[in-house]
Structure formats: C-alpha cells, structure tokens
C-alpha cells in the first residue's frame, strides 16, 4: 500500500493516538542487522528529512506597511488583499519542487490570520471576505490540493497583546496553538523562532517589555507537550529544537560539516530555550549530541522575509536556489525557503518564474542517475548477506535499504564499474538514518591513467550528501573508502550532471545620487572614516567610536534634488555591533529647517543583515538630509559603537 503525503501524516496521527507507534522511537531491528549507532529520528524526523524542502509564507499588515517587522500598531482592517489566490502560492511552492507549506499564522506583530478568540487583533476584524475570511485554512487546503503537507508558525512574541510579559499572555499564546491544532488537520512542523521580547505597541502602551526567555513560556512543562498531544506527527522547530534546530543563519546554508546530532546548552547554564541559547554549534551540530535534532536553513526568496516593491528586482534565481540546495539538503539539512505575497495577495511574477526555474533545474538534473546499472564490488557485506546487506541496495532508490558491513569492519571500500562512461559533477550518498549517522567521512577516488586518483571527499553525510565537483568528470569507474566507528549503513550513490536553465524576469531600475558631491557639515557619530559609507565597496565599512545615542550625520548634496528614498547596508564581516536598528532621516532645502521624511525600524537586522531600503512614498526636495542613529541592534544601553557598510540615496536632480 502507498500512501501520499496528507494520508501518511493522517494514518501516523491515528495510530499514534492509540498507541501502535511510539513517536519518540522506531522499531528499526532487521534481523543479523547493525545495531543502531548514537541517537535516532523518531518518525516525526523522517518524515521531515524526506520532505527536504518546503516553504514559509509572511504575510500580514506588516506587508501592508511596507516593514519586516510589524510593531503590533497596525490598524486590523489595514490587511485586505485584494486578489488572494492561496493555490496560486501553493502551485507557484510545487512547481518549484517543495513539498510542504508552512503558513506564518502570526508574526510578532500579533495579528492572527484565523478567527481566534483570544483576541480581537485577527482576520475576522478585517473586511477580507466580509470578516468572515480564515486564510490559515486557505493556505492550508491550498497545500494540500498540491499534495504538498501543511504547517504553522505561531509567534512567540506578540507585539500587539496587552498583557504580553504577564502569565496571562503566556496561557493565550497556548489557547491559540491548542486553535491551530485542532483545526487545520495534521501538521508536519509546529514552528517557532527565538525572538522574543522587545518594544512593542502592546495595547497603546508603546514601551519595551523584556521577558525571561528560559522561564516565561515554559515550553517543556505547558507548552511543547500541547504539540505532542494533540499533534504527535508534527516535528517542533526552534533554534534549540527539540526536533529540529536553526542552523544559525538566515542565508539558508548550513556548515560544511553538520552533524544532526546536537546537544542544546544555554549561555548562562540555565535551562535552554527558543532564544537562549549558546549558538556555536547551531550550524555544525555535534558528533558527540545526545538528541537526534538535525538542522533547517530558512531564508527568503527575496532579501527580505516579507514584501517590498523595491526587492523585485532581487527575486534569487534559480541557479542560487540551486546552490543554496547543495548546501542545506545537500549536507544533510531542509531547505526552508521564504515566499512573499504581495498587497494583492499573490506571488509577484518574478518570484513564480524563479521557483518554476528552480524546479525545472532540479528535475533534469536528478532525472537520470548515471551509477544505475553499475556493477559494485565491495570488500565487505555484511554476514555474506548480499540480498538485505549487499552493494545493490545502492541503486534500488530506496532511502532504507542499505550496504552494511560487518561490526568489524568499519573502513570497507566500494569499486564502481559504470555501465557506460559518464560525465557527472554532482555525487549523492545517503546512510539508513534509521540505524543513526555512522560515518565520520568518505573519500571519492576516480580511475584515471591506470590508477586511482583523488577525487571528492566529505563528512557528515546523514541523510543526504550532495557533493558539487569544481569541473564536470568523465569517468567509468570510481572507488569509494569509507570511515567509521562502526559498521557502515550506506544507503544510496548517485552520480548527476547539473542542468542548465534559462530565467528571466521583470526588471525596474533604481537610481542612486553620486555621493562624490557630498559634504558632510555636521557629525556627532565620532570616529572611523565616514567615507567608508559611501565608498561603493560594500567589504568596507564606517566604525565609529562608542558615541551616546542617539546620534547622527548631516550631509549637504551640493545641489536642490529630488529624493524618493535611502539605503543602508549594515557590515558585511558577519560581526553583529553597531548595527542600526533604529533611525530618523530628515531633509532641509536651506539647512535650517529640518523635515522628517522617514523613521522607523531596520527589523531582524541581526539575524538578517541585508540592504534596508527606505521608499518616502512621493518624491521630496532637498539639498541637505541629515540620519540619526536612534538604537543599535542588541545593546541594551544607549552607548555603543554604530557600523555603516553603504548608505544610499535615491532620486535625481
């Protein structure tokens, strides 16, 4: 019997719920087999690393208003989308090779996209379908006519709730996912971030309220096991996991070596929580964690998570998606990828073009396996066994079946006599996760000129390793050296060539000022070189000293223009100091009487640091502006360093 994805996750619920499966552990036992090795996922865990890639969607009034993060102020009727089409989305994620949805049910800025009674801050308070609109089940019926599994990010922070701080915030968060998972189904993920706590609207209060993020949403004693109750087949995703980790970037790409073994510890020795947590190994994992919690590379299709017009020019293209692939799928990770709607409800024509390239791109470059029909000959199977243990489960695209060796024998080798020469640049190994990730390596060696010679090599390999060779090979036989503390449980070889595809897209062009016109003629941010700022090398930046804040930089344009917008990028070094976070920009014809023509936030800039664009909405006259740095990212006092890799304006003469 086969099953797709929705009835799987459905038949695993029901018999979970009445105790045929222990989600917490799997009956992996074959007779003579190897004995597992370490932690092992549960079957939660398999179902999400044989999902690979699947989407999350940002979409509320923080799009309407043009920002990343919403500070919970937005009026509730402000969300309206015009001409929301959920299966276009969803249609646009499958075409692209997905296979699941994640809907971002609330983001921190509070707004719930279902009609939950736990707050009036939700969709039924928007005209949207006449206020009867729920888009989370939308979203979610969308996925499922794709056949793609659904699920929801809940916002642990809630920018717009009163009480938010206070213990009764804390049971309604709890209300709102016990809402979302009696409603919409089996889910495949509940997922959560680290951010949490900060300034906010939170009623009309407009202050900043810190919390204490190892005790206040007690997620081991209320929380998680509200997921494992009502929603046993759903992995729960945060930076400490318990499931699945963050691997500690928002670029979508994870360590060359990455363990899914990893072991949460928090900075301080306290419990560890979505938040608090000692991030050093969040991109490596561990080779000697304690749990099974393997990592997921989220990043968004465009710069940033949510809509902004100026970011369509910036839509990744297929063959990055392609990369980032290589690094998050390919070394043993998912591939989270973020999509945009825009105000009417829809995925902009560019971003369709780039998912649909991408999956054309994945589909011909996995279409023909170049190792099948390959005769194998290897220096050890295991009890002699070559139907259940032998070389030829390689090949039968079975992620389960597997060569295994002896528990002696822990270096075997593997020769691979293709049945034609081939031209390849792409390797795939994959062990039977099922037994635990066994390999420390493997090293790739091709026959050429009478003799073995190096040629790809790799850790870590888990569930799936892709490795990209510098230069397409032509070889018809390789030879395989494999390394470990036991006996080795491989499950698949593959060799691919990467296909090419044509992409284009519609293009808007933006205009920057030449900033070698510029004078400054006030600066109260002491320090470092200003020109670094505007020096059209984004490697460089202006550092300035530990200056209060807040404190700014005027500039005199040399002549009257019309400005429609600014840029900053923050440091490109991966250091996270002096970053803005907060900023006023102000203009002058005469350099006296100044006019405020933009404030606001550069949200997420710490875990996402990535060009912030500032469009005044209509164009504005001036010869001087002048930019204070209200807040910098992560400092909790009003003293601190502030960093500038490039600062823009855009407009013309």
Not at 11 to 16: P, T
Not at 47 to 72: A, D, R, S, V
Request: charged share 25%; net charge negative.
């Amino acid at each position: 019997m086969t099953f797709d994805y929705i009835t799987r996750l459905k038949f695993l619920s029901v018999l979970a719920a009445i105790g045929f499966i222990a989600c917490d552990s799997i009956d992996n036992s074959k007779e003579d087999g190897p004995s597992p090795y370490g932690p092992i996922p549960t079957e939660a865990q398999l179902n999400w690393h044989e999902l690979e890639m699947y989407c999350l969607i940002h979409f509320t009034p923080t799009t309407f208003q043009n920002k990343e993060w919403g500070f919970g102020d937005a009026p509730a009727d402000l969300f309206n989308p015009g001409h929301f089409d959920a299966n276009q989305i969803a249609a646009a994620a499958k075409a692209g090779g997905f296979n699941g949805l994640i809907s971002v049910a609330k983001h921190h800025d509070g707004y719930c996209l279902w009609p939950t009674k736990t707050t009036d801050y939700n969709i039924s308070q928007s005209s949207w379908r006449g206020g009867k609109g729920d888009m989370v089940r939308e979203f979610m019926e969308a996925a499922h006519r794709q056949g793609m599994q659904f699920g929801v990010y809940v916002s642990a922070w809630d920018r717009n709730f009163p009480s938010y701080g206070a213990p009764e915030y804390a049971d309604a968060y709890r209300e709102q996912l016990r809402e979302l998972y009696s409603d919409y189904g089996p889910l495949f993920v509940s997922w959560h971030d680290g951010a949490n706590g900060g300034d906010g609207y939170y009623g009309g209060a407009n202050e900043t309220r810190r919390i204490d993020r190892a005790t206040y949403y007690e997620w081991e004693e209320k929380t998680w096991p509200i997921t494992r109750k009502m929603q046993p087949t759903a992995v729960i995703f945060s930076d400490v996991g318990p499931d699945i980790r963050w691997v500690g970037n928002e670029k979508g790409i994870a360590a060359e070596t990455s363990w899914a073994t990893f072991t949460p510890v928090a900075p301080d020795g306290s419990n560890p929580a979505p938040g608090h947590i000692d991030d050093r190994f969040l991109g490596s994992g561990q080779r000697d964690g304690k749990y099974w919690i393997p990592a997921e590379c989220d990043v968004p299709q465009r710069p940033g998570w949510f809509y902004h017009p100026e970011q369509d020019n910036e839509v990744k293209t297929p063959d990055q998606l392609f990369d980032l692939y290589l690094k998050s799928v390919g070394r043993g990770a998912a591939f989270n990828l973020g999509l945009a709607p825009n105000m009417d409800g829809l995925l902009h024509p560019n971003d369709v073009a780039s998912l649909r390239g991408f999956g054309e791109k994945l589909r011909k470059t996995f279409a023909e396996n170049f190792a099948s029909g390959a005769s194998l000959d290897a220096s050890n199977i295991r009890k002699g066994n070559q139907g259940d243990f032998g070389p030829a489960n390689l090949l039968d695209d079975d992620r389960y079946s597997y060569w295994a060796t002896d528990d002696d024998i822990t270096q075997p080798e593997l020769v691979v006599k293709l049945k034609d020469e081939a031209t390849f640049d792409l390797i795939r190994l994959r062990e039977n996760i099922k037994l635990g990730q066994r390999l420390d390596s493997v090293w790739v060696d091709v026959w050429k000129d009478g003799s073995w010679q190096p040629l790809a090599k790799a850790t870590s390999i888990g569930s799936s390793r892709l490795i990209p060779l510098n230069e397409p090979v032509t070889a018809k036989q390789l030879r395989l050296r494999l390394f470990a503390p036991v006996a080795v449980a491989l499950s698949d070889f593959g060799l691919f060539k990467e296909a090419t595809v044509e992409f284009a897209t519609q293009r808007t062009e933006r205009s920057a000022l030449n900033p070698s016109e510029w004078n400054i003629v006030d600066n109260s941010l002491n320090g470092g070189d200003p020109a670094l700022a505007w020096d059209g090398d984004a490697k460089t930046h202006w550092v300035t000293d530990a200056v209060d804040l807040p404190s700014r930089f005027s500039i005199d344009l040399g002549n009257l223009h019309s400005l429609t917008g600014l840029g900053y990028l923050p440091r490109q070094d991966g250091k996270k100091t002096g970053l803005i976070n907060r900023y006023v920009f102000e203009i002058s014809v005469d350099g006296s009487q100044w006019i405020t023509a933009a404030s606001g936030e550069f949200a997420n800039i710490a875990a996402n640091p990535i060009l912030q664009h500032v469009d005044f909405g209509k164009p504005v006259q001036a010869r001087y502006f002048r930019f204070t740095a209200e807040a910098v990212a992560n400092t909790p006092n009003n003293r601190s360093v502030v960093s500038i890799a490039e600062f823009e304006i855009y407009g013309s003469k």
